[in-house]
């Protein structure tokens, strides 16, 4: 007899993603970050961030995907430059 096949696909949450700026580097490519919002979260360096060496130094302005489970965690995915800058 043949098995049924289910296509039951888990959704993973997505991250929310908010702008913030580099207030302190910590070891290793963490970063606190100080989102607009007010909250400080600490993110690390994304890998295609990484693999190009893009510098990331205090007061850029930058793009954070919040972790859906731990809201003072995130990733940096993308840095802004003086172009893309957020006018406040």
Avoid: H, W
């Amino acid at each position: 007899m043949a098995k049924k096949q289910t296509n039951i696909k888990q959704t993973v949450p997505k991250g929310l993603q908010l702008p913030g700026i580099v207030t302190q580097c910590v070891s290793n490519g963490m970063f606190r970050i100080k989102l607009e919002n007010g909250f400080q979260v600490l993110a690390y360096i994304s890998g295609k961030i990484r693999r190009n060496s893009i510098r990331i130094l205090l007061g850029d302005q930058v793009i954070v995907e919040i972790s859906a489970y731990d809201l003072s965690r995130g990733r940096i995915v993308f840095r802004l430059n003086q172009k893309n800058k957020i006018k406040k």
